[in-house]
């Protein structure tokens, strides 16, 4: 048997992935299940009986392990709900919300649990990896309306968060790991160098490729990046590592002339710079593939990338399993499996371009089912981006590694004007292509979702097994060309008018969609809740946003949709007179009535009456109004919808 620890890491994964999926309820049916395959393949396949016995084994250790975590650590810590508790431990991360309060993760142990616990605290002098004591009423992070913050934080392993500066803190003035806080506040002053060079787009696109720090990007510039194929290039990876590894070991080669000296000094770097991008799963899991590769050539073996893989997969989740749902850590981990796939499939035949566009047509296929089902959708031009804008960021990137290793001195501001002269390109080509219908498949409906899944799973072994690079390039078109078509045509068939409610309190936020055309309401919500009407519209497979209605602060609230959203809306209908210079700001005062096609809105005094069909709406504050019925939803932590018939949660 071949590659066991492929085998085996690949199985403890999938267990993982299944316990967390169903929050570990399901673990004996699932282990039982895993026992009659095992059975059924030992005794029917001779040759796969190692196979099936390494595979159940290591199943059979991940629910182990799963459930082990879910008993003595989740359920320990959940049951603190609504309780004040002592956690002690060092300050993880932190970043300002206002110049009164930050945000920080603190990573430690509270009633004898080692977990990480997000904290609202007041403004202090506060460093990285510094040791504090914290005191706070904690609450189970569950979703809500704006973000999906219970799943996300759940893959993490971060399950408690502290009130709105309700707590208390001590620090002790000592630092946990002062090597580690450097090297941290070293990417700090980094980032604020690149963007203090270029301000702009450009800067914030350097500083979160090279530093993982994304805070400089708008939800709109995230939006274009994803739907553009280009998502993955400011996420902190193995391109990064492989880079930094390549110059460092270089530099370091022409000095230190004793290989084994420069390959510890190598690993040291490497591991440097995954603290400095801040220990994401996609740069540890890159960090310990290329430590399992280099140590193969150090102590003579010869490494295998899938082994590497399944080892990587076991070393990834078993202190946190379920890190096994996490998104980036799973879009990270199919994508180096395809690479390695297409790799070991030995297709001498094909040519540069032909390997290269083999490599990028498996990984989209290999990872669209998980961004089909995490995110809504696909981006079908990451086939053609890897291709052509992937290497101008490359060499960006290499550009500004120099920067990081000189220390960013007087040779880094020409550098990094420099490093924006491509990326300038690069995003004015992603800011093309986002919009086109093609680049970006939505999986708004159950069909299109298997059909997305289906063809994926039959494109990947297309990839691994067609000889011919000509024909896999043919195949990939084809398939690209069917998820458009067969997008196009759900949305013909879909014209059914429908309303998605945001409550928020007091103040809500309403989507009418039909037909991938939506209209949005901003009803009290003054562009607060304008991320979780884009996280929904792309849930809903929406490609036009023609119209927008605001009551409060129309104008200011207006301004703000540039960064806010992907797509702009051509007029924004306002409830206050005061009307920007922008062309497209209409003021819609008290009683007046917007004609938009479909629909009639009339301004009224808390909200806004929408007219359609034989239906009859009042949006309002807090309430709506569904012919006449009043529906109080101040109170629903959830989002709704109306389907003409029902108003029903999501």
């Known amino acids: 048997m071949t590659r066991k620890a492929a085998w085996a890491g690949i199985s403890f994964w999938a267990a993982l992935l299944f316990g967390a999926v169903s929050r570990s309820e399901k673990n004996v049916m699932f282990l039982l299940t895993a026992l009659g395959l095992a059975v059924i393949v030992f005794s029917a396949l001779k040759n796969y009986r190692r196979h099936a016995v390494v595979c159940f084994i290591a199943f059979a250790a991940g629910i182990a392990v799963n459930s082990v975590y879910t008993h003595f650590v989740y359920d320990r810590l959940t049951a603190m709900d609504g309780k004040e508790v002592t956690m002690r431990g060092y300050v993880k991360d932190f970043s300002q919300i206002d110049g009164n309060y930050d945000r920080v993760v603190v990573c430690g142990e509270v009633d004898g649990i080692r977990t990480e616990i997000s904290y609202v ?4 002098d506060m460093h990285y990896y510094d040791e504090i004591s914290v005191t706070d009423t904690v609450s189970v992070i569950e979703d809500g309306v704006r973000f999906d913050s219970g799943s996300y934080n759940f893959s993490k392993s971060v399950f408690l968060q502290g009130g709105y500066a309700t707590g208390s803190y001590e620090l002790t003035g000592r630092s946990v790991n002062p090597v580690f806080s450097g090297i941290r506040e070293y990417r700090d002053r980094l980032f604020e160098k690149i963007t203090s060079v270029r301000p702009k787009r450009e800067g914030a696109f350097l500083g979160a490729m090279l530093c993982g720090d994304k805070s400089e990007m708008t939800p709109a510039m995230k939006t274009e990046l994803y739907r553009s194929g280009l998502g993955h290039i400011f996420a902190v990876s193995g391109i990064h590592l492989v880079i930094a590894a390549a110059f460092f070991g270089y ?12 390959y510890w000094l190598t690993l040291a770097e490497i591991w440097g710079f995954a603290v400095f991008a801040g220990l994401s799963e996609s740069v540890v899991r890159a960090a310990v593939m290329m ?23 076991v070393l990834l989740t078993v202190a946190k399993p379920y890190t096994a749902i996490s998104p980036s850590f799973l879009l990270s981990f199919l994508a180096v499996a395809a690479i390695e796939f297409v790799t070991l499939s030995k297709h001498e035949e094909d040519g540069k371009a032909g390997s290269t566009l083999r490599l990028s047509a498996a990984v989209l296929f290999m990872t669209a089912p998980a961004s089909a089902v995490l ?35 007087a040779l880094a501001t020409p550098l990094l004007i420099a490093t924006a002269v491509p990326v300038k390109f690069v995003l004015y080509c992603s800011d093309i292509l986002a919009r086109y219908d093609f680049s970006y498949v939505f999986a708004s409906s159950n069909v299109l979702l298997f059909l997305v899944i289906g063809t994926s799973v039959l494109m990947t072994y297309g990839c691994v097994r067609i000889r011919d690079s000509r024909k896999d390039a043919l195949c990939t078109a084809a398939v690209l060309a069917v998820w458009c078509a067969c997008g196009k045509v759900a949305r013909v068939i879909n014209d059914d008018i429908r309303v998605t409610v945001l409550p928020n309190g007091k103040k809500s936020a309403y989507i009418v969609s039909t037909g991938g055309r939506a209209v949005i309401f901003d009803v009290g919500c003054k562009g607060k809740m304008d991320s ?30 540039e960064d806010d959203f992907f797509l702009q809306p051509d007029i924004v209908f306002v409830c206050d007179d005061l009307i920007s210079a922008d062309g497209r700001t209409v003021y819609l005062k008290s009683g007046d009535t917007a004609d938009i096609g479909d629909m009639q809105v009339k301004s009224a005094e808390s909200g806004f009456i929408v007219s359609y069909e034989d239906c009859e709406l009042f949006l309002g ?10 529906i109080d939803i101040s109170d629903e932590k959830l989002a709704l919808e109306f389907d003409g018939h029902e108003l029903s949660r999501l």
Request: charged share 20%; aromatic share 8%; hydrophobic share 45%.
């Open 532 to 561: 979780a009407l884009q996280h929904r519209m792309d849930k809903l497979g929406i490609r036009e946003m023609p119209y927008a209605f605001i009551l409060d602060d129309g104008v200011v609230t207006a301004a703000g949709y």
């Open 621 to 630: 504050k807090g309430k709506m109004e569904i012919n006449g019925d009043v």
């Open 251 to 262: 530099a370091v080669g022409k000095i230190v002339k004793a290989k084994r000296a420069v």
């Open 375 to 409: 995110f809504g959708g696909v981006s079908a031009a990451s086939v053609v981006t890897n291709l052509l804008l992937e290497l101008l960021c490359t060499i960006s990137l290499q550009i500004c590694f120099i920067v990081l290793f000189t220390g960013g001195s």
């Open 121 to 124: 605290l007041p403004y202090g």
């Open 291 to 313: 430590t399992v590769t280099r140590s193969g050539y150090y102590f003579g073996r010869k490494s295998d990338g899938l082994n590497s893989l399944g080892l990587c997969a």
